[in-house]
C-alpha cells in the first residue's frame, strides 16, 4: 500500500520560514518525479514545485521562484518544501505528490495534506 504523509505545516507570520516533509511507503521513490502542490479556499489546487527522480532537475511556479526550495532525500524516501519569506497568500493545504509514467500506464499518488497559514 502507497502511503504520502506530509508534515511540518502551522502556523508562520509573513516573513517566516517553515520545511515541509513527505515522507513515502510502499513505492519504489528514487523512480517517482515528486511535486508540491497547495490548494487555497476556493481556489484550485495548483503546482507550486517539483522535483525529477534523479533530484537533478527541479521547476518552480512563478509564485514560489526565489523563496521555495524543493529536494529529495531517495536514501530516506522523503521530499521536502523550503519556504522562505513566507507571505500570506502562501496560506493553503499544502500537498505532495508522486508521479511516474511507466509505458501507457500512468502512476499518481497524494498525500492527505499539510496545513500552512501565514498571518500575523
Known amino acids: 500500500q502507497v502511503q504520502l504523509v506530509e508534515s511540518g505545516g502551522g502556523l508562520v507570520q509573513p516573513g517566516g520560514s517553515l520545511r515541509l516533509s513527505c515522507t513515502t511507503s510502499g513505492l519504489t521513490f528514487s523512480i517517482y518525479a515528486m511535486s508540491w502542490y497547495r490548494q487555497a479556499p476556493g481556489k484550485e489546487r495548483e503546482l507550486v514545485a517539483a522535483i525529477t527522480s534523479t533530484g537533478g532537475s527541479t521547476n518552480y511556479a512563478d509564485s514560489a521562484k526565489g523563496r521555495f526550495t524543493i529536494s529529495k532525500v531517495n536514501a530516506k524516501s522523503t521530499v521536502y518544501l523550503q519556504m522562505n519569506s513566507l507571505k500570506p497568500e502562501d496560506t493553503a493545504v499544502y500537498y505532495c505528490?508522486?508521479?511516474?509514467?511507466?509505458?501507457?500506464?500512468?502512476?499518481?499518488?497524494w498525500g492527505q495534506g499539510t496545513q500552512v497559514t501565514v498571518s500575523s
Open positions: 505528490n508522486a508521479a511516474r509514467k511507466i509505458g501507457k500506464s500512468d502512476y499518481n499518488y
